[in-house]
Each structure stands twice: as structure tokens, then as C-alpha cells.
């Protein structure tokens, strides 16, 4: 009883892919979260895989990929026009960076 540790915890950075060391944790953060816009317009459509790969010009297995987070070989450009075959509407916002920020930084948001 007398040899027990205290686990250690690190606060996140909000990037889960910074913390885990990824290369260019911002686009890969980015991607993933396109994806997850991927997966979710595919549910709300009820679609199969095979259905959603038709009206994104893919194949079933790269949108396997896609939903289960798989990115690698796609552009953010090109996932942002999956979403919008998907009938999902990507705006992309410009403002100044917080004064409170470091520096600037990109970030995916959803309204559902």
C-alpha cells in the first residue's frame, strides 16, 4: 500500500493531434473534423456507404475511410466539396486574431 503512484495528467493543448506529436496537427485536426462533417451528413441523409460514394464521386471504401477518420491522400479542399455534394453548405470565415491568442489559428465549426 505504501508503494502507490499518483497517475500524471497533462493539460491538453485543445489539439488532440498536437499532443500526440502528429505532423501539421492543425490540418490534420481540420481534416478530422471535416470528416466528422462527412459522417454526420451521411447519417442525417440515411445513407449507406454505397449511396454517399455515388453522390461524392468515390468509391464505398474511401468513404469508409472518410467517416472512420481516415484522411490521408485528401485535401481539405476536396473534402469540403464531399460536404458539398453532401448538400452541406462550407462557409469560411475571416476575422483578426484574439488579442488574448498567440497566433492566429483555423478551426472547423458545425451548426448541428
Given at each position: 500500500?505504501?508503494?502507490?503512484?499518483?497517475?500524471?495528467?497533462?493539460?491538453?493543448?485543445?489539439?488532440?493531434?498536437?499532443?500526440?506529436?502528429?505532423?501539421?496537427?492543425?490540418?490534420?485536426?481540420?481534416?478530422?473534423?471535416?470528416?466528422?462533417?462527412?459522417?454526420?451528413?451521411?447519417?442525417?441523409?440515411?445513407?449507406?456507404?454505397?449511396?454517399?460514394?455515388?453522390?461524392?464521386?468515390?468509391?464505398?471504401?474511401?468513404?469508409?475511410?472518410?467517416?472512420?477518420?481516415?484522411?490521408?491522400?485528401?485535401?481539405?479542399?476536396?473534402?469540403?466539396?464531399?460536404?458539398?455534394?453532401?448538400?452541406?453548405?462550407?462557409?469560411?470565415?475571416?476575422?483578426?486574431k484574439a488579442k488574448r491568442s498567440k497566433e492566429a489559428r483555423t478551426r472547423v465549426?458545425?451548426?448541428?
Open positions: 500500500m505504501g508503494n502507490t503512484k499518483t497517475p500524471s495528467a497533462t493539460i491538453s493543448s485543445g489539439n488532440t493531434f498536437k499532443d500526440l506529436g502528429i505532423p501539421n496537427p492543425e490540418l490534420a485536426k481540420i481534416k478530422s473534423d471535416i470528416a466528422l462533417a462527412v459522417y454526420r451528413a451521411i447519417q442525417e441523409k440515411g445513407l449507406t456507404q454505397k449511396a454517399a460514394a455515388s453522390i461524392m464521386g468515390v468509391d464505398q471504401a474511401k468513404v469508409s475511410a472518410i467517416v472512420r477518420g481516415i484522411t490521408k491522400g485528401y485535401t481539405v479542399e476536396r473534402l469540403m466539396l464531399f460536404l458539398n455534394r453532401l448538400d452541406v453548405d462550407v462557409d469560411i470565415r475571416l476575422k483578426p465549426t458545425s451548426t448541428s
